[in-house]
C-alpha cells in the first residue's frame, strides 16, 4: 500500500491484456494517441500497469512460449496521462512516489540479444515468486534477490518529426527486434498508428525503454515535452536488475504513482534534448559496491587473446564471461543461471577509458543474495 492519498486512478483488468483492454493504453508512440486521464501538475497519479510481455507468460509457462511470444504486444503501457499546461520546449518532471510490486515476475534470455548473445546456448526462461521484498526462483536455486522495483519505460509522446528521423535510422539497421514499426498487434487498432507508430523497444529522446534502475522511488525523471499535454505513460516494471542490464531484468506487472511538474522552456532553453534524472531523498550511497562482494574485470582483448584497441565493448564482455565462469565453477550454476544472476544482481562497471591501447571494465556481484 502506498504512503501517498491518491488523487487520480488509471486502473487496469489484471485478467485481461492490453489486446483484451485497449482503452487502458497503448503500446506504440505516437502524438495521435488520445489521452485517457488529465492531471494537473502536483496532483498524485496511479498508473495500474502490465508485465513486459502483457500477460504472454504466465507461472508455469515452458521455456517454448519464448518461441511463439507475439512482440507486436510487447511492453504495453498504461496512458498516455495528459498534463494540464505541458506544452513542446518545456520540461516535464515525473516525480517518482513508489512503484508497487505484483507476487509474480519472469526473466527471460534471447540467445540473440545481449551482451553474451554469441555465447548463449539457447533461450531460458525463469518464474519468480515476489513477496517481503524477495524475489527467489526454483530455477536458480540458492538465491535470493532483493528487490529494488522500478519502471522500465516512462516516457512521453514523440513528434512527428522524431518519429520521422528514428524510422529513417531504425529501418537503415535491419535489426529483427528493433524495427522502428510493426503492425501487429497494435494498440490502438488504427491504421495511421499501425503503419507510423514507434515500437516501444529502444528509449529515445522522448524517454520510452530507459531501463535506469535508480529510478526507484524518490527519484525525479525529466523528459523534454514534444507535444501539447506531454502525453506522459509508463510500463514495463522490473522487480530489480543489475546495473547494465546485460540480457534481461525481473519482469512483473505493477502500480506506478508519481506526480509531475511542469518547467516552462527549460528544454527549450537549455537545449535539453534526452531524458535526465536525479535522487533527492536520504539513501545509502548506491554508486559503492556492496559490502559483500565478487568482482571480475575485463580488458581489451578478444578470447583468443588478439588485442581490440580501446574497445570498451569487447572489455564488459570479457568481465562479463570471467563472471559466469566463475559462478559456473565455484556454485555449480549452468552458464543460462549464471547468465541471468549477472542480469539481475551485478553491476557493469566501467573502471577505466584512459589507459590505452587496454580500457578496463568490472562487473562487481553482491554475494547476500547467496545468504
Not at 517518482?96 to 531460458?124: C, E, K, M, W
Not at 565453477?329 to 549477472?342: K, S, V
Request: net charge negative.
Amino acid at each position: 500500500m502506498s504512503a501517498f492519498e491518491i488523487q487520480k486512478a488509471l486502473k487496469i483488468n489484471r485478467a485481461l491484456s492490453l489486446l483484451e483492454e485497449p482503452l487502458t493504453g497503448h503500446n506504440r508512440w505516437h502524438p495521435d494517441i488520445q489521452p485517457i486521464l488529465t492531471a494537473a501538475p502536483g496532483e498524485t497519479v496511479r498508473l495500474e500497469t502490465r508485465d513486459a510481455a502483457d500477460g504472454q507468460i504466465v507461472p508455469g509457462s515452458s521455456v517454448e512460449i519464448l518461441e511463439n511470444l507475439d512482440a507486436g504486444r510487447m511492453h504495453p503501457l498504461t496512458g498516455p496521462v495528459n498534463v494540464e499546461g505541458a506544452e513542446p520546449g518545456d520540461l516535464l518532471e515525473v516525480e517518482i512516489l513508489d512503484v508497487l510490486p505484483q507476487n509474480y515476475g519472469f526473466a527471460i534470455q534471447y540467445h540473440t540479444l545481449g551482451v553474451l548473445a554469441d555465447y548463449s546456448p539457447d533461450r531460458y526462461l525463469a518464474h519468480f515468486d515476489i513477496g517481503n521484498g524477495l524475489a527467489v526462483s526454483e530455477q536458480i536455486p540458492g538465491a535470493r534477490f532483493p528487490g529494488a522495483p522500478f519502471m522500465g519505460v516512462m516516457g512521453v509522446a514523440a513528434s512527428y518529426e522524431m518519429i520521422e528521423e528514428s524510422k529513417c535510422y531504425e529501418e537503415s539497421l535491419s535489426l529483427p527486434f528493433a524495427q522502428p514499426t510493426c503492425s501487429q498487434s497494435v494498440v490502438p487498432a488504427d491504421e495511421a498508428i499501425a503503419q507510423s507508430g514507434l515500437r516501444t523497444i529502444p528509449p529515445r529522446s522522448n524517454g520510452g525503454n530507459l531501463d535506469i534502475r535508480q529510478l526507484t522511488a524518490g527519484a525525479s525523471l525529466f523528459l523534454p515535452v514534444f507535444v501539447e499535454g506531454a502525453l506522459f505513460s509508463a510500463g514495463d516494471a522490473h522487480f530489480l536488475q543489475g546495473e547494465g542490464e546485460c540480457v534481461s531484468g525481473l519482469e512483473m506487472g505493477a502500480s506506478l504513482d508519481c506526480r509531475f511538474r511542469v518547467h516552462k522552456r527549460v528544454a527549450a532553453n537549455r537545449n535539453i534534448k534526452d531524458p535526465q534524472f536525479s535522487f533527492t531523498r536520504s539513501t545509502p550511497n548506491k554508486s559503492q559496491p556492496p559490502k559483500r562482494f565478487f568482482a571480475t574485470t575485463g580488458q581489451s582483448f578478444t578470447r583468443e587473446g588478439q588485442a581490440t584497441h580501446s574497445d570498451i565493448g569487447k572489455a564488459v564482455e570479457n568481465a562479463l564471461l570471467n563472471m559466469v565462469e566463475h559462478l559456473m565453477r565455484t556454485r555449480g550454476y549452468d552458464f543460462q543461471q549464471a547468465y541471468l544472476i549477472c542480469s539481475l544482481a551485478a553491476d557493469l562497471r566501467i573502471s577505466q577509458m584512459v589507459n590505452v591501447p587496454n580500457f578496463t571494465a568490472s562487473v562487481i556481484l553482491d554475494l547476500s543474495i547467496f545468504e
